[in-house]
């Protein structure tokens, strides 16, 4: 099976007396990389963020042999539901067993503007600084620990994916 999506490393950290734990690499099937494909806009400066719930059935586990490694691969998303999308943010609400989150980072730079009447706006361009974010951002993070996530993942364009593990800091 060909892996045509980009993968993360997590760096080994030392846990008490358990050892090491393994070296984590992250992989989107191609069929969910096709689906997460054909979402993808990049002409849209006003597209919203899109969140994809992943339950225990949505992702394989792979451990090495030796145990220093796994490979995890994203099989398929369900759309979450989104109780705040912004072309910046979103909130997703998932499945109590769900565990981990896909997320996009869209393909614009947005700046907020405070308005005298209390309200916002957004003046949006497709690229520029914030465009593909392709990190997992404090707030990605504090979400997935706080969620006890197994596992976070970013789109950042149409074939780059980075993974997170809550816990793992590097």
């Given amino acids: ?23 984590h690499y992250g992989y989107i099937d191609d069929a969910t990389r096709a689906v997460l494909a054909a979402a993808w806009d990049t002409t849209d400066a006003y597209q919203n963020e899109r ?6 059935t949505d ?24 109780t705040h999308a912004t072309p910046m943010s979103v909130k997703v609400t998932c499945a ?15 700046a907020v503007i405070p308005a005298p009447n209390g309200f916002t ?6 690229g520029g600084v914030g465009a593909h974010l392709c990190t997992v951002d404090e707030v990605d993070r ?10 976070s993942v970013v789109q950042c364009a149409r074939d780059a994916f980075v993974f997170y593990w809550p816990g793992h800091r590097g």
């Fill in 59 to 82: 992702i394989r586990v792979d451990t090495s042999r030796d145990g220093r490694s796994e490979t995890w691969t994203v099989t398929h998303v369900t759309p979450g539901v989104t």
């Fill in 51 to 56: 969140a994809y719930c992943l339950e225990p």
């Fill in 142 to 151: 504090e979400r997935a620990d706080h969620d006890s996530l197994q596992v």
């Fill in 1 to 23: 099976m060909l892996r045509a999506a980009w993968g993360v490393l997590a760096v080994t950290v030392l846990v008490g007396t358990q050892g090491p734990t393994p070296f």
């Fill in 121 to 126: 706006t957004w003046q949006c361009a497709v």
């Fill in 96 to 110: 109590r067993t769900a565990i981990g989150r896909l997320h996009t980072h869209t393909p614009t730079t947005c």
